[in-house]
């Protein structure tokens, strides 16, 4: 009988996170023939004549001026403007190598992103494979793929629904049903408790506020090639947003490597702790004497956990 590895998630921001800059900026926002610059000014001052989201703002800008600059807004070429995204050292080969660093602790690792940026530019990039599930903001179509109007808008606040859809399991953005049903969190899809959020600003301190004080993880990144980026990351430590604080390089055997690594070994530890509690015999590493003689262990399920401390971290 095969294992049944217990599940916990990784929940990433984009903008930031994974990549230097907004995904807007690499390409899309060039071809309008303006600068970010000016773009993100226009935005805040047609949100605030508006008394209307940023996030909205953002994309009916988009929109507008791209109608204007005959700029294509199809399915397609969001798609394509993704493929250009740039992203931080080693991304390609992080998500394998935490995943494989879960299975050897059975554990089983959940990919997600939660990001105010384009679903669509994001399943143009060479990552968008790695994930389970994209909650980001995005467009409706019409029949010639055409975006004529914003279907889902992610902003910092209702970022924390999102959580609370892997926490259930809900893997889309319109069964509102399900998320409200009464369920005790140690039966849940993942409990809060299971998850780390990995984000680089104030857009994710919500995420990060409600995971740590659920016994969730908070990490916060930093582009090491910008000292603005590192202030802001240690001020979420500071103000006690985010649990570590680090540069966004996902290569093996540096700082974010580690920590997450960590957190593994820690939700392992607990479920085997727990499991003693429970009374039952925990499951143990197989040794290759087991695995010739096909012995079975145990199944695992999740144990409750204290909160996380708050060590500050470089």
């Known amino acids: 009988m095969a294992k049944k590895l217990t599940r916990m998630a990784i929940a990433y921001d984009f903008d930031g996170t994974l990549a230097p800059g907004n995904m807007q900026e690499h390409s899309f926002i060039p071809n309008l023939g303006t600068t970010k610059e000016e773009f993100w000014k226009e ?7 508006q008394d209307m989201d940023e996030i909205l703002a953002y994309m009916r800008l988009m929109l507008h001026k791209a109608s204007y600059a005959q700029v294509s807004v199809t399915k397609d070429s969001f798609r394509k403007h993704g493929r250009r995204i740039q992203f931080f050292p080693v991304i390609n080969d992080w998500f394998a190598r935490i995943n494989a660093y879960g299975r050897a602790h059975e554990i089983r690792i959940e990919h997600y992103i939660i990001s105010s940026g384009l679903r669509e530019m994001i399943e143009g990039t060479s990552i968008y494979k790695e994930f389970d599930y994209v909650f980001a903001s995005g467009f409706a179509y019409d029949s010639n793929d055409v975006a004529i109007w914003p279907a889902l808008a992610v902003n910092y ?8 859809r892997i926490n259930r399991g809900i893997k889309n953005a319109y069964d509102n049903a399900t998320i409200n049903t009464v369920q005790a969190e140690d039966e849940c ?4 408790q299971r998850m780390i959020y990995i984000g680089d600003g104030e857009t994710d301190v ?3 506020s409600l995971l740590r004080n659920q016994g969730g993880t908070a990490i916060a990144v930093y582009n ?4 603005k980026t590192k202030q802001i990351a240690q001020d979420l430590i500071d103000n006690g947003r985010a649990d570590f604080s680090m540069a966004a390089d996902y290569s093996d055997g540096l ?6 690594k960590a957190v593994i070994d820690r939700t392992a530890a607990e479920v085997r702790l727990q499991n ?11 040794s290759p004497a087991d695995e010739r003689t096909g012995v079975e262990e145990a199944e695992i399920t999740l144990p409750a956990k204290s909160p996380v401390h708050n060590p500050r971290s470089n």
Do not use: E, W
């Not at 935005?43 to 004549?49: G, L, P």
């Not at 606040?157 to 609370?164: A, G, P, S, V």
């Not at 700082?255 to 997450?260: I, Y």
């Open 43 to 49: 935005v805040k001052a047609y949100a605030k004549d």
């Open 157 to 164: 606040t209702n970022k924390t629904q999102h959580l609370f």
């Open 189 to 192: 899809y993942i409990p809060l």
């Open 206 to 208: 919500p995420c990060m």
């Open 224 to 227: 090491p090639q910008k000292r």
């Open 255 to 260: 700082l974010l490597d580690q920590t997450v």
């Open 276 to 286: 003693i509690k429970r009374g039952r015999s925990p499951r143990k590493t197989a």
